[in-house]
């Protein structure tokens, strides 16, 4: 069964400072992932996706994520984070053939620290 | 272009109350999918809609249904209400453009629904 995994819950990063958000994910064939941002009281909003291609994805408001196909991940990162990527952090697998259904990992929230 | 819209956004029901939620995907797109985002259980998939289909549906029971309409206008009903259905519900639009793979999914702002 497909399954996202964010092992953080909780991170705290200095203003300025650069981040990495972790998942992983159990999937049986070619994933097609996305990483998507929630701030408080809002609905989801897209950073970036990867269906094939070039590993390094580029997203927006300065956010990349790499596509390990070895190590099952798909980490996002920023190199400076500001005070307004404060919010909560979503990894999501889609499924060939199953086009509206996105598995979600738990989430991984962001406190940035002034 | 708009974005999606839910309505109501904030909803106070007693248990064994029925509720409908509402949802206008973006003008064009006619994949609606719902969701319900809880602390405890995340972000899980109800069900999704296409040209008036429903294409998936998650493991939810059955109290939880939908519809969509021919101007890809979506509702879900939850029936018999519990306290557990606490939660925020996602609705998000997608354009099908043909294939199999996964489009990218545009979130309304959700519905608040508070069981008591």
Sequence with gaps: AQSVTQPDIHITVS???SLELRCNYSYGA???LFWYVQSPGQGLQLLLKYFSGDTLVQGIKGF???FKRSQSSFNLRKPSVHWSD???YFCAVGAR???GNLIFGKGTKLSVKP | KAGVTQ???YLIKTRGQQVTL???PISGHRSVSWYQQTPGQGLQFLFEYFSETQRNKGNFPGRFSGRQFSNSRSEMNVSTLELGDSA???CASSLIIGGALPNEQFFGPGTRLTVL
Excluded: D, H, I, M
Aim: proline letters at 8%; a negative charge; aromatic letters at 8%.
């Design chain 2, 22 to 24: 509402s949802c206008s």
């Design chain 1, 30 to 32: 070619t994933p097609y």
């Design chain 1, 97 to 99: 053939g199953s086009q």
């Design chain 1, 86 to 88: 404060a919010a909560e």
């Design chain 1, 15 to 17: 203003e300025g400072a």
């Design chain 2, 7 to 9: 309505t109501p956004r």
């Design chain 2, 88 to 90: 925020l519900y996602l």
């Design chain 1, 64 to 66: 990349e994520a790499e």
